[in-house]
């Protein structure tokens, strides 16, 4: 059984800072694909950011140079700073990893940026 548990989520005034974490454990042998998605009230599920286990990373545009996404390989943790937060950036944030070829899924961590 793998489980993902996120954390580090909270509430932040527009212009601050938040790391979320994303800690892997159970049956693990070797994580893939690691990524970071969130959804906001009304909208669809969206792709932040991903990791590949060798480190290769890609964001989408509305983060690009605001966002880092990073992982520990021996931990099984992805970690997530967000800089210069923005109120567009509320949402509940999910993790994910690509185990075995299997899909797991946190259960969401919620940021909130106020204005």
């Known amino acids: 059984q793998v489980q993902l548990v996120e954390s580090g989520g909270g509430l932040v005034q527009a212009g601050g800072s938040l790391r979320l974490s994303c800690a892997a454990s159970?049956?693990?042998?070797?994580?893939?694909?690691m990524r970071w998605y969130r959804q906001a009230p009304g909208k669809q599920r969206e792709l932040v950011t991903s990791?590949?286990?060798?480190?290769?990373?890609n964001y989408a545009d509305s983060v690009k140079d605001r966002f880092t996404i990073s992982r520990d390989n021996a931990k099984n943790t992805m970690y997530l700073q967000m800089n210069s937060l923005k109120p567009e950036d509320t949402a509940v944030y999910y993790c994910?990893?690509?185990?075995?070829?299997?899909?797991?899924w946190g259960q969401g961590t919620q940021v909130t940026v106020s204005s």
């Open positions: 159970g049956s693990i042998f070797s994580i893939n694909d």
């Open positions: 994910y990893a690509q185990i075995f070829f299997s899909d797991y």
């Open positions: 990791i590949t286990r060798g480190g290769s990373t």
